[in-house]
């Protein structure tokens, strides 16, 4: 069975940070191309931030450019979303995804495998 689980969420001041954990079970991470959704209530799935396969580019929506990183640690296994200066608009269900295509999308379409999704809410 292939599985993705994702970790790290949470509350966090503005301006805070939180990292974001992605693991896989039952195949390779390192051979797909993983994408970071975030969904608020009321609004659509969007792309936030995604990593190519074979050690390939990446890529950021604007709203978050600049602030989060996305990371592989292939001898674990994992995906990382670093978040930093986290502002209240960031609050969101996240949601790590993987591809086979070799390149990022941002189209929800495009992603193959999902986990359950982890919150964040940044609130004072």
């Known amino acids: 069975q292939l599985q993705l689980v994702e970790s790290g969420g949470g509350l966090v001041q503005p301006g805070g940070s939180l990292r974001l954990s992605c693991a896989a079970s039952g195949f390779t991470l390192d051979y797909y191309t993983i994408g970071w959704f975030r969904q608020a209530p009321g609004k659509e799935r969007e792309g936030v931030a995604c990593?190519?396969?074979?050690?390939?580019?990446?890529n950021y929506a604007d709203s978050v450019k600049d602030r989060f990183t996305i990371s592989r640690d292939n001898a674990k296994d994992t995906v990382f979303l670093q978040m930093n200066s986290l502002k209240p608009e960031d609050t969101a269900v996240y949601y790590c995804?993987?591809?086979?295509?070799?390149?990022?999308?941002?189209?929800?379409?495009?992603?193959?495998?999902w986990g359950r999704g982890t919150q964040v809410t940044v609130s004072s």
């Open positions: 995804a993987a591809s086979s295509n070799v390149y990022c999308s941002a189209y929800v379409s495009v992603f193959d495998y």
């Open positions: 990593i190519s396969s074979s050690g390939g580019p990446t």
